[in-house]
């Protein structure tokens, strides 16, 4: 099956700062890559993903790469607010049997 | 109005009891799954349910069972809970199975005395 490792599990930025957290997949049958925020006591939501025929996507402060090749995809956030701290999760999906995630990334925004 | 909406909120009940975990979606979405989210925060995919198909994760043990009534629900039924079972589970759907993002809903938070 699928496996995801992400990196760092903590990562703590100075507000205004630029923050970087990156995966890699096992199964390259992979093709679709989404990336999830998770605040303390919620659910996990949403905030971008990217399909395996597309190698970079952005939305605003977020831009998520992906390397087919390499089988590793990087999540960007620039900018950064005090608002974007929270636990970030990779995932990857090859279809029917659901995302599997990365560990998380606990990102810190040091005002 | 909720996308996802789970019942109960919090579920505390004693080893050995039997429970279950209600949800459904006013999504309009043809695919429902099941995760657990441990202590340490790992989510891992339990069930995923599309058109009467069940696919299940292999490391879930056979007291745990899903249930759809209908396309919108999809129920969690776990037996003989054990002190390990204590965790929050998320129910998700999606518009098909493949490239498609999963709503989750706000997770049952399942504590076992």
């Known amino acids: 099956g699928e496996n995801v490792e992400q990196h760092p599990s903590t990562l703590s930025v100075q507000e205004g700062d630029s923050a970087v957290i990156k995966c890699t997949y096992s199964?390259?049958?992979?093709?679709?890559f989404p990336w999830y925020k998770q605040e303390l006591g919620k659910r996990p939501q949403l905030i971008i993903d990217?399909?395996?025929?597309?190698g970079e996507k952005k939305d605003q402060r977020i831009a998520v790469t992906l390397n087919k090749t390499a089988k590793h995809f990087s999540l960007h956030i620039t900018e950064t607010q005090p608002e974007d701290s929270a636990v970030y999760f990779c995932?990857?999906?090859?279809?029917?049997?659901?995302?599997?995630f990365g560990k998380g990334t606990h990102l810190i925004i040091q005002p | 109005d909720t996308a996802v909406s789970q019942t109960p909120k919090y579920l505390v009940t004693q080893m050995g009891n039997d429970k279950s975990i209600k949800c459904e979606q006013n999504?309009?979405?043809?695919?429902m799954y099941w995760y657990k989210q441990d202590s340490k925060k790992f989510l891992k995919i339990m069930f995923s349910y599309n058109n009467k198909e069940l696919i299940i994760n292999e490391t879930v043990p056979n007291r745990f069972s899903p249930k759809s009534p209908d396309k919108a629900h999809l129920n969690l039924h776990i037996n003989s809970l054990e002190l390990g079972d204590s965790a929050v589970y998320f129910c998700a759907s999606s518009q098909g199975q493949t490239l498609q993002p999963q709503h989750f809903g706000d997770g049952t938070r399942l504590s076992i005395l």
């Open positions: 995932a990857a999906s090859s279809g029917a049997d659901g995302l599997t």
């Open positions: 990217i399909r395996s025929n597309v």
């Open positions: 999504l309009g979405h043809d695919t």
């Open positions: 199964d390259s049958a992979s093709n679709y």
